[in-house]
């Protein structure tokens, strides 16, 4: 009985759910930081300074 329990390598589908939703929230987060306005400067400083 032991070993049929520590056999199970995969995720089931809670863990697939708990996944999918940190993973968009984690994505929100992200899309929110890289388009505002303080970050886009500093990414637009850091282009203009490497084309220069």
Do not use: H, W
């Not at 009985?1 to 999918?20: C, I």
């Amino acid at each position: 009985m032991l070993t049929r329990l520590r056999g199970d390598a995969g995720m089931n589908t809670a863990e697939y759910a708990v996944g999918t939703l940190a993973a968009v929230a984690f994505g929100g987060i992200l899309l929110k930081v890289l388009t505002s306005d303080s970050v886009q400067s500093a990414l637009a400083a850091v282009i203009d300074r490497a084309l220069k």
